[in-house]
């Protein structure tokens, strides 16, 4: 049956395209489909409407995400037409939601396949059902035990995504992760670190590592291994040039961790420190266990260690029962920190949390002002942090050739600012000096100071 798979695959030359919403998690188990994929002999396609397979790499932590996938997908009825051996998949976060498979096959008939995130690697047996067994699949697996060595069709440039650790188990009110991708399960030290030797062999410079709450990672192992170890070893062993992980979760960033910053080459001068609201109270009913002092001390802690150190934020507006004064103690914290930048959303119910039958669910014009509000002194802490950069000479990393401009390559700082200089493809990959000489609302523009 496999063989006969793969020579259907192969004699059509059939074609996939993968649409992802969500996190930079998602972003990367995209590319592992993509390798499942390309094994098999699928060929990617730039167009959604002439794919063969297309594929919905799904998120559930906000309803706009929710509520956006539905409309497309209903836009997919006629997707098939003219296509021999059509599928049309929908995966990810939203479908390991209780009873969501089971929905969205019932509701749209045209859907072939739905499976959850931790099925990925059954992904060529789903294709026997549909491709040569004439049957729709649906596989939401409840085993969340980790796979390793699943291929993976990373884009080519020099930033790659490194998977440490999965799940969740922190419970914040507001958030469904849990429920979804399971409790945490850290990989193997050593799977992390040939993983990562490998990718610098194939020309990576940067790695970021990726996890729901990076600093748990270890915890669950029967080796003894914290994230500053790993950090360490990865600094030591692999000879990568940039390091970075998110998410980082404030209750359990340690001293030991901060003390990485500035100790390790590798690891780049940033941290995403999701705050989520200044107020002790609406931290208290997230369940986020931390409060605002000690947030605040955390960032001094980092500051003293490497002062130009960028900090960036989560931050939700409107929380069940949150106050005018609980909002202003949030725009307080932002003035006070003066982040490099920060993700702000207006909180939306989400199924099984607590938060979504907490009483004081706040209304949707208060959520959009105070929202609003935020956005506007988070550009002003954003601009002051970005102008500073003015006439100074940074280290940036090429990334990617400009779609709009000839002849300029885009890249980003170790502080993550996104600096556009001439240059051309054979830049892509190199760490050049560029000395900044404009500055604009969210990016930086410079010329090399290299010959």
């Known amino acids: 049956m496999k063989a006969e798979l793969k020579k259907i695959i192969r004699n059509e030359g059939l074609t996939y395209h993968i649409e992802t919403y969500g996190c930079q998690m998602n972003a990367h188990e995209s590319e592992k489909i993509a390798g499942v994929l390309e094994t098999l002999g699928y060929l990617p396609s730039e167009s959604k409407d002439k794919a063969d397979f297309l594929i919905y790499n799904t998120c559930c932590v906000r309803e706009h995400a929710e509520a956006r996938l539905s409309g497309n997908i209903g836009a997919l009825k006629d997707h098939k037409a003219g296509k021999e051996h059509g599928v049309i998949a929908v995966c990810g976060c939203m479908m390991q939601q209780d009873g969501a498979a089971e929905k969205l096959m019932r509701r749209f008939p045209f859907v072939d396949m739905v499976f959850g995130t931790n099925s990925i690697h059954k992904l060529e047996s789903l294709l026997d059902s549909v491709l040569l067994g004439g049957q729709r699949a649906v596989c939401v697996d409840e085993?969340?035990?980790?796979?390793?060595?699943?291929?993976?069709?990373?884009?080519?440039?020099?930033?790659?995504?490194?998977?440490?650790?999965?799940?969740?188990?922190?419970?914040?009110?507001?958030?469904?992760?849990?429920?979804?991708?399971?409790?945490?399960?850290?990989?193997?030290?050593?799977?992390?670190?040939?993983?990562?030797?490998?990718?610098?062999?194939?020309?990576?410079?940067?790695?970021?590592?990726?996890?729901?709450?990076?600093?748990?990672?270890?915890?669950?192992?029967?080796?003894?291994?914290?994230?500053?170890?790993?950090?360490?070893?990865?600094?030591?062993?692999?000879?990568?040039?940039?390091?970075?992980?998110?998410?980082?979760?404030?209750?359990?960033?340690?001293?030991?961790?901060?003390?990485?910053?500035?100790?390790?080459?590798?690891?780049?001068?940033?941290?995403?420190?999701?705050?989520?609201?200044?107020?002790?109270?609406?931290?208290?009913?997230?369940?986020?266990?931390?409060?605002?002092?000690?947030?605040?001390?955390?960032?001094?802690?980092?500051?003293?260690?490497?002062?130009?150190?960028?900090?960036?934020?989560?931050?939700?507006?409107?929380?069940?029962?949150?106050?005018?004064?609980?909002?202003?103690?949030?725009?307080?914290?932002?003035?006070?920190?003066?982040?490099?930048?920060?993700?702000t959303f207006a909180y939306s119910k989400r199924r099984l949390t607590k938060a979504a039958d907490m009483a004081g669910q706040i209304d949707k014009a208060v959520k959009s002002e105070r929202l609003a509000r935020l956005n506007t002194l988070v550009t002003e802490s954003m601009q002051r942090h970005i102008g500073e950069y003015m006439g100074k000479t940074v280290e940036v990393l090429a990334e990617n050739i400009s779609s709009r401009e000839s002849g300029i390559v885009i890249g980003r700082t170790r502080t993550a600012k996104t600096v556009h200089f001439p240059g051309d493809a054979s830049d892509m990959g190199r760490l050049i000096n560029v000395r900044v000489d404009e500055v604009l609302a969210h990016t930086l523009r410079g010329v090399r100071t290299e010959k």
């Open 143 to 343: 085993d969340i035990s980790i796979v390793e060595d699943l291929p993976v069709k990373r884009e080519g440039g020099p930033a790659a995504f490194v998977n440490i650790i999965y799940g969740c188990n922190n419970f914040c009110t507001y958030c469904i992760v849990p429920f979804v991708r399971g409790r945490e399960r850290s990989r193997r030290a050593d799977d992390i670190i040939d993983e990562i030797k490998k990718l610098c062999d194939e020309g990576a410079k940067e790695i970021t590592l990726l996890g729901q709450n990076v600093n748990s990672y270890g915890n669950d192992l029967d080796e003894s291994v914290t994230f500053p170890n790993l950090l360490r070893r990865i600094d030591a062993e692999t000879g990568v040039s940039r390091l970075r992980f998110m998410t980082s979760h404030p209750k359990d960033l340690t001293d030991e961790l901060i003390a990485c910053y500035g100790g390790l080459k590798s690891l780049c001068e940033h941290i995403h420190l999701p705050v989520q609201s200044g107020s002790d109270d609406v931290l208290r009913r997230m369940n986020r266990r931390y409060t605002r002092t000690h947030y605040l001390e955390l960032v001094d802690k980092l500051r003293a260690r490497v002062p130009d150190v960028a900090i960036t934020t989560d931050i939700i507006v409107g929380f069940p029962g949150e106050t005018e004064k609980d909002f202003e103690e949030t725009l307080s914290l932002v003035s006070e920190v003066q982040f490099d930048a920060a993700y």
